[in-house]
Nanobody, 124 residues
C-alpha cells in the first residue's frame, strides 16, 4: 500500500525558512513524480512544486519560484521542500502527493496518492 507522510511544518516569522519532508513507502517512487500542494482556508488546493526522479526535472508555481526548492534524498524515497523567504500568504496545509502517471504535474486531479498534510503558519 502506498503511503506518504509529511513532516517539518511549523510556525515561523515572515522571512524565515522551513524544510518539509515527504517520506514515501510502498511506492515505486523510482519512476514516478512526487509533488507538493498547499491549501489555505477558504482557498482551492494549489500545486507548488514537482520533481521527476528519472531526470530530476522540477517545476514550480510562479509564486514560489526563487524561494522554494524541491529535492530528493540519495535513496529517492524522501522528497523535500525547502522554503525560504517565507511570506504570510505561504501559510497553508502542505501536502505531498504522487501521480499515477510518468510526468510532473501541479494539478490535483492528476494525483493518485496523498499524505495527510503538515501545517505551515507564517506570521507577519
Amino acid at each position: 500500500q502506498v503511503q506518504l507522510e509529511e513532516s517539518g511544518g511549523g510556525s515561523v516569522q515572515a522571512g524565515g525558512s522551513l524544510r518539509l519532508s515527504c517520506a514515501t513507502s510502498g511506492y515505486s517512487y523510482g519512476s514516478r513524480p512526487v509533488a507538493w500542494f498547499r491549501q489555505a482556508p477558504g482557498k482551492e488546493r494549489e500545486g507548488v512544486a514537482c520533481i521527476q526522479r528519472s531526470n530530476a526535472l522540477t517545476s514550480y508555481v510562479d509564486s514560489v519560484k526563487g524561494r522554494f526548492t524541491i529535492s530528493q534524498d540519495n535513496t529517492k524515497t524522501t522528497v523535500y521542500l525547502q522554503m525560504n523567504s517565507l511570506k504570510p500568504e505561504d501559510s497553508a496545509m502542505y501536502y505531498c502527493a504522487a501521480t499515477s502517471g510518468g510526468s510532473c504535474s501541479l494539478t490535483s486531479a492528476d494525483m493518485r496518492y496523498w499524505g495527510k498534510g503538515t501545517l505551515v503558519t507564517i506570521s507577519s
